[in-house]
C-alpha cells in the first residue's frame, strides 16, 4: 500500500458525460500527478500540482481539468467524455516535485469505462 | 520521446532463475530513473531508482544498471520468485521536465513455477 488513494476504483459512464476523480496523497506529500494509462499510449503524464499550484501540465486534453485543494487532496475532471477516454487513471504523489528527483508514489488507480 | 504501449515485451523464467528486464530511454538529458512494477489491477509500485552520476545501485535482490553511452537501463532480479509476475516500467526524468515522468512501454515478466 502506498498510501495514496484513489476514488471511486471502477466508473461506468456514457458518451458526453463528466465524471470527477479523487485523490489523496500520502501523508505530508505536496504534490500530486494524474497519469492516464491506455493500451495503445501506455502510461502518460497529465498534470502536476504543487500546493495547490500546476506546476507541469503534459498531454491532457482541453476537456479535461484538475485541481489541488487546501487539504491537498486533488480532483480530476473529465468533462465531454469520448469512448476513447476509457482508460486507467492514476494519481501519483511525493513529497516535493519541485525537483526532478522526487520519488512519485502511485495509487491504486479509477478505472474508467465510457459506453 | 514519449511512451506507446504497443505490443509489451515479454519475459518467461523459472522460478529461482535470475531475470534481467532491458530499456532504452529517449533523452540523452535524462538524469533520474525510476523502475516501477505493476501487478495486475493495481497502480505501479515503486521498485529502485538510480540518478546520472551512478551507473548502478542494489537493492534486496534488485539492482539497476545504467549505461548513459547507449541510453540503456536494466533491472535484474535476483533468485526470480512467482510473485515477480508481472509488467515492468522503466521511468526517465530530465531536469527541464520538472518532477513529470516519461515511462517506457514495459516487460510482461512472468516466472514459471
Known amino acids: 500500500d502506498s498510501g495514496v488513494t484513489q476514488t471511486p476504483k471502477h466508473l461506468i459512464t456514457a458518451t458526453g458525460q463528466r465524471v470527477t476523480l479523487r485523490c489523496s496523497p500520502r501523508s505530508g506529500d505536496l504534490s500530486v500527478y494524474w497519469y492516464q494509462q491506455s493500451l495503445d499510449q501506455g502510461l502518460q503524464f497529465l498534470i502536476q500540482y504543487y500546493n495547490g499550484e500546476e506546476r507541469a501540465k503534459g498531454n491532457i486534453l482541453e476537456r479535461f481539468s484538475a485541481q489541488q485543494f487546501p487539504d491537498l487532496h486533488s480532483e480530476l475532471n473529465l468533462s465531454s467524455l469520448e469512448l476513447g477516454d476509457s482508460a486507467l487513471y492514476f494519481c501519483?504523489?511525493?513529497?516535493?516535485?519541485?525537483?526532478?528527483?522526487?520519488?512519485?508514489?502511485f495509487g491504486p488507480g479509477t478505472r474508467l469505462t465510457v459506453l | 520521446g514519449e511512451s506507446v504501449g504497443l505490443h509489451l515485451p515479454t519475459l518467461s523464467v523459472q522460478e529461482g532463475d535470475n531475470s534481467i528486464i532491458n530499456c532504452a530511454y529517449s533523452n540523452s538529458a535524462s538524469d533520474y530513473f525510476i523502475w516501477y512494477k505493476q501487478e495486475s489491477g493495481k497502480g505501479p509500485q515503486f521498485i529502485i531508482d538510480i540518478r546520472s552520476n551512478m551507473d548502478k545501485r542494489q537493492g534486496q535482490r534488485v539492482t539497476v544498471l545504467l549505461n548513459k553511452t547507449v541510453k540503456h537501463l536494466s533491472l535484474q532480479i535476483a533468485a526470480t520468485q512467482p510473485g515477480d509476475s508481472a509488467v515492468y516500467f522503466c521511468a526517465e526524468n530530465w531536469s527541464t521536465s520538472g518532477s513529470r515522468l516519461t515511462f517506457g512501454e514495459g516487460t510482461q515478466l512472468t516466472v514459471n513455477p
Open positions: 501519483a504523489s511525493s513529497v516535493a516535485g519541485s525537483t526532478n528527483t522526487d520519488t512519485q508514489y
